[in-house]
């Protein structure tokens, strides 16, 4: 993985760290519940953009210009919730040896793909008027758990 994308996930931790730290200073604060929604936000945007970027440089690195342009526009710019099974659709679209090896580790990670799926849901709740109900310590295990998914990519992609 890019340093740049490392940086990423580090970064998002830092701050969702920052944010527990806030709200456990006072849990009656009003602003607990907006810091809430911005931890999710921060949480799932970094686990999909870190995700997309990472696919995308493995697959154009080398590529010509026409290819780094078409990933560009439908890979690194496009809005994908980083769902389990979307992150398995975009491997399968390059490799459908990528997309049976990342199932396969999948398979034996259950916790945290039911934590990443569970955090796009968070966001998707709040995307759509819902009010998520998750505490700050629940956000920051899903995006721990789903960091986990995006290694696993990771090993997908250098055939590990």
């Known amino acids: 993985m890019k340093a740049e994308l490392s940086s990423q996930l580090d970064d998002c931790a830092d701050e969702l760290q920052k944010i527990k730290k806030r709200i456990d200073r ?29 696919i995308a440089d493995h697959v154009d690195a080398g590529a010509g210009t026409e290819l780094q342009n078409y990933i560009s526009v439908n890979l690194r710019d496009s809005s994908a919730n980083p769902k389990s099974g979307k992150i398995v659709a975009i491997l399968n679209e390059f490799s459908s040896e990528w997309r049976a090896a990342f199932e396969a580790k999948l398979s034996s990670h259950s916790n945290e793909k039911g934590s990443l799926n569970s955090l796009v849901q968070l966001r998707n709740d709040f995307a759509h008027g819902r009010s998520p109900s998750a505490t700050i310590n629940t956000i920051i295990q899903y995006y721990y758990d789903s960091i986990v998914i995006v290694k696993l990519v990771e090993e997908t992609l250098e055939g590990k």
């Open 26 to 54: 006072d849990k009656f604060d009003d602003m607990v519940v907006f810091l809430q929604r911005y931890a999710i936000i921060k949480a799932c945007g970094t686990i999909e953009s870190v995700t997309k970027n990472m």
